[in-house]
């Protein structure tokens, strides 16, 4: 059974750049779109971007500019950095494994989570 | 962007009784709308697949239907452990988006 976990550190100062780690455990790490989501009370859950074994990435418009999505083939592992956040980027932040196939474009298994406070 | 609508955003609700949560798309995604239950401090976790398809180890007292820009999630017979906050999820086009969630509340 697939199992995602992620690290990171949990506590930034404004402009800092956010960085955090997921690792693919137990099941093939190609084949599949490998994607990063935050949720914040105020905004929900935002889907940030993906990338798939090949490094092919997709961003969410909204965060385009400060976002970079890279993935480690030899480690089965997938990161996400978040340049000069606020407040506003303070969030759990999730990573999620999606199907490529048509009719597996739903997100399972998703990682643990990990609670990313921007404050000075 | 498609945007997701989730009605209501709050239930309370007595055990046994159906719960009934309505997802609106802003625009035609077919059947690419999914459904996730998260409990607090717990990540989402997959409920319904493409509006109406089961997942295995999911209660069959979840079920979901629609088609188009109108989807309804559906938890017949309400336990206690059904307390937690829905969303629905659209995969037909990128950016991917949620609803805004419906937290149930057992009364």
């Known amino acids: 059974q697939v199992q995602l976990q992620q690290w990171g550190a949990g506590l930034l100062k404004p402009s800092e750049t956010l960085s955090l780690t997921c690792a693919v455990y137990?099941?093939?790490?190609?084949?599949?779109?490998w994607n990063w989501i935050r949720q914040s009370p105020g905004k929900g859950l935002e889907w940030i971007g993906e990338?798939?074994?090949?490094?092919?990435?997709y961003y969410n418009p909204s965060l385009k500019s400060r976002v970079t999505i890279s993935v480690d083939k030899s480690r089965n592992q997938f990161s996400l950095k978040l340049s000069s956040v606020t407040a506003a980027d303070t969030a759990v932040y999730y990573c999620a494994r999606e199907g490529t196939a048509p009719g597996t474009r739903w997100f399972d298994p998703w990682g643990q989570g990990t609670r990313v406070t921007v404050s000075s | 962007e498609i945007v997701l609508t989730q009605a209501p955003e709050f239930q309370s609700v007595t055990p046994k009784e159906k719960v009934t949560i309505t997802c609106r798309a802003s625009q035609s995604i077919g059947t690419s709308l999914h459904w996730y239950q998260q409990k607090p401090d717990q990540s989402p976790k997959l409920l319904i697949k493409y509006a109406s398809q089961s997942i295995s180890g999911v209660p069959s007292r979840f079920s979901g239907s629609g088609s188009g820009t109108d989807f309804t999630l559906t938890i017949n017979s309400l336990e206690a452990e059904d307390a937690a906050t829905y969303y629905c999820h659209q995969s037909n086009s990128l950016p991917r988006t949620f609803g805004q969630g419906t937290k149930v509340e057992i009364k």
């Open positions: 990338i798939n074994h090949s490094g092919s990435t």
């Open positions: 137990g099941g093939s790490f190609s084949g599949y779109y």
